[in-house]
């Protein structure tokens, strides 16, 4: 795994060349295929609204429910504002809302898979029951409870889906941290005199980001899908500019007289699902050849 430059130094003299986990990741192409489908996706999503003709909350009354054409190339919806415009800016908030969320997760998984892998003993112990505990709640019933009892909000919904996707980042983290633990350089850094704290943020934590790229990518998507559900049921937080989610429950009512309303951000979500889901399985396989352990 990845190694600090003075543990390196401090573990052996051998010429033998350490190659970056990073470097093998994007080595391979299934890797870089879905990356750059998805960084695609990032950059028409920020740089689109630049470019674009209309804002998409910009109803144009006279227009409404016209099909593609030059002028809309998506066509428009029952108020007349732009579907192209609409799938961009949704893309933009159904990937801040997952991205928001598998950052989180990442963040809360780490430091406590981390410390439950490398400290072992009691503290694993009860980490992984709490954590074991909270995963057999099912997502969607806490989501739709808590979202009908509270005022939704973006940043709630985060917070709520990010914090779950961490309980699986966590036990995957903790199976890696498991292993390092007795891995050289860590040995090194603990007759260097080291804290346990300091080992911990200098040497285990960062040699854990290749494998919490796995759940950051379970993550996103299923943020995703579960905004989109929401949206169907009246749930989703009721932003100015509404996601992909919001979009597909209007375009379904809409669908026997504008069906161009669904296809759009239809296409749009599919591709980003698409995206993650071919990312995911690359990074797995990948890292099984890292690691040689089962991811």
């Not at 998409?56 to 428009?76: F, K, N, T």
């Amino acid at each position: 795994m990845v190694h600090e430059a003075g543990s390196e130094a401090a573990l052996t003299s051998s010429p033998a060349v350490v190659i970056s986990p990073w470097r093998f990741l994007l080595a391979d192409r299934a890797v870089r295929f879905a990356s750059g489908l998805l960084l695609l996706l990032a950059a028409i999503a920020v740089l689109g609204p630049l470019v674009l003709s209309y804002a998409p909350d910009q109803p144009i009354w006279e227009d409404a429910m016209r099909g593609p054409s030059l002028a809309h190339w998506l066509g428009s919806d029952a108020i007349g504002r732009d579907m192209l415009a609409r799938v961009i800016a949704g893309t933009g908030v159904s990937l801040l809302i997952g991205f928001g969320a598998g950052l989180l997760a990442l963040a809360i998984g780490i430091v406590l898979g981390g410390i439950a892998g490398y400290v072992g003993g009691w503290a694993d112990e009860w980490l992984m029951r709490i954590n074991d505990l909270l995963l057999s709640l099912p997502l969607l019933l806490v989501a739709i409870l808590l979202m009908s009892f509270a005022e939704p909000s973006l940043w709630w919904l985060m917070a709520l889906i990010g914090g779950f996707g961490s309980l699986d980042a966590a036990r995957l983290l903790r199976i890696e941290a498991r292993r390092l633990r007795h891995a050289d350089f860590l040995l090194a850094a603990e007759l260097q005199g080291l804290k346990r704290v300091q080992i911990l943020r200098i040497h285990l934590l960062p040699n854990l980001l290749p494998v919490a790229m796995t759940a950051l990518g379970a993550v996103v998507p299923q943020a995703i899908l579960v905004e989109s559900f929401l949206a169907f049921l009246g749930l989703s937080p009721t932003e100015r500019i509404g996601s992909l989610g919001t979009l597909l429950s209007e375009g379904v009512q809409d669908l026997q007289w504008a069906p161009w309303t669904l296809l759009g951000p239809a296409v749009a979500l599919a591709l980003i699902l698409i995206g993650f889901g071919l990312l995911g399985d690359a990074l797995r396989s990948r890292l099984r050849e890292l690691t040689g352990a089962a991811i």
